[in-house]
């Protein structure tokens, strides 16, 4: 698809109440709460394992070889394009992949807190990054790349930005959720409240999965009558987990509890 301005209302089309002010004015509220961007370093940018599983690339065959070239010649722990200007279309072997513990060994789950954030460590990343903000070009690339079927990010989209802002106006998300809960109303769970909602709790950081049948096999289940899931259920109203949540960072260790606060849709 290649888009103009008409094409780009079309495909956006709830923006159209909007006059440039009111998306300045979204923009400038979206910025004074967004952290800061995370470095990547050039060192942890992966080795060429992509995987390349979408429709194919449609680059085209001139700029693929030469970005192929280009890339035999560097370091192969180097992506072969900037994730904050990417090509627009998607480059051979996009997006690089990495595994779970390279990326664990880099940042420890259980050491979050760094003196600045110049202590940070830089992170992995290879996935696109698209702003609406520069409107046709980077919307025509993130086109692109969802027509090759590959993932991208698409920053800053007004009309999803009105729903940052909403969210973010004190006790709106408390008055609309304590609205619908999903608690015990039989007084069975920790809130029999019905603005309660149901919490996965663990005694530390780690959030474990787990998964157990009521029909397994009558050895499994002796084998596990002793056994303690690693984490359980308690019912908290949206208000009682933000005050979980709003503890200072010593209440929130890693060998502290913690609560999973789930709302589905």
Same mark, same amino acid.
């Given at each position: 698809?290649n888009?103009n301005n008409?094409i780009?209302?079309s495909?956006?089309? &709830?923006?159209d109440?909007? #006059?440039?002010a009111t998306k300045?004015?979204?923009y400038d509220f979206?910025?004074?709460?967004?952290?800061p961007?995370f470095e990547s370093?050039?060192?942890?940018?992966g080795? #060429?394992?992509?995987?390349? /599983?979408?429709?194919?690339?449609?680059q085209?065959?001139?700029?693929e070889n030469?970005?192929?070239?280009d890339?035999e010649?560097?370091n192969d722990?180097v992506l072969?394009?900037?994730i904050?200007n990417c090509?627009?279309?998607?480059?051979?072997?996009y997006?690089?992949?990495?595994?779970l513990?390279s990326i664990i060994?880099?940042?420890?789950?259980?050491?979050?807190?760094?003196?600045t954030?110049d #202590?940070?460590p830089?992170?992995?990343?290879s996935i696109?990054? &698209?702003d &609406? /903000? /520069?409107?046709i070009a980077d919307v025509?690339?993130?086109?692109?790349y969802?027509? @090759?079927?590959?993932?991208f990010?698409?920053?800053?989209?007004?009309t999803?930005?009105e729903v940052?802002?909403r969210?973010?106006?004190?006790g709106?998300?408390s008055?609309?959720?304590?609205e619908n809960?999903?608690?015990?109303?039989?007084?069975?769970? @920790?809130?029999?409240s019905a603005s @309660?909602?149901k919490?996965?709790?663990s005694?530390s950081?780690?959030?474990?999965f787990?998964r157990t049948? /009521?029909?397994?096999?009558?050895?499994?289940?002796?084998?596990?009558?002793?056994?303690?899931?690693p984490?359980s259920e308690v019912y908290?109203?949206?208000d009682e987990?933000?005050e979980k @949540?709003?503890?200072p960072?010593?209440?929130?260790a890693?060998?502290?509890?913690?609560y999973? &606060?789930?709302?589905?849709?």
């Amino acid at each position: 698809i290649n888009i103009n301005n008409n094409i780009l209302s079309s495909l956006f089309p &709830f923006q159209d109440h909007m #006059n440039e002010a009111t998306k300045q004015e979204l923009y400038d509220f979206v910025q004074s709460i967004r952290k800061p961007f995370f470095e990547s370093h050039p060192s942890l940018l992966g080795t #060429n394992t992509g995987t390349g /599983k979408g429709k194919g690339n449609v680059q085209e065959e001139e700029n693929e070889n030469e970005l192929e070239h280009d890339h035999e010649n560097s370091n192969d722990n180097v992506l072969p394009y900037d994730i904050y200007n990417c090509p627009e279309h998607p480059p051979p072997n996009y997006p690089y992949e990495y595994s779970l513990l390279s990326i664990i060994n880099n940042w420890n789950p259980n050491n979050t807190s760094f003196p600045t954030l110049d #202590n940070r460590p830089k992170i992995y990343a290879s996935i696109c990054r &698209f702003d &609406f /903000k /520069k409107g046709i070009a980077d919307v025509q690339k993130a086109l692109n790349y969802r027509e @090759a079927e590959l993932p991208f990010i698409l920053r800053d989209d007004p009309t999803v930005l009105e729903v940052v802002k909403r969210w973010n106006t004190p006790g709106y998300l408390s008055n609309l959720l304590n609205e619908n809960g999903n608690g015990n109303k039989n007084g069975n769970s @920790a809130s029999a409240s019905a603005s @309660a909602y149901k919490t996965e709790y663990s005694e530390s950081n780690h959030l474990m999965f787990f998964r157990t049948s /009521k029909n397994s096999k009558s050895n499994l289940r002796e084998e596990l009558k002793d056994w303690t899931p690693p984490m359980s259920e308690v019912y908290l109203t949206y208000d009682e987990w933000v005050e979980k @949540a709003s503890q200072p960072l010593e209440d929130m260790a890693p060998d502290k509890p913690h609560y999973y &606060f789930r709302v589905n849709a």
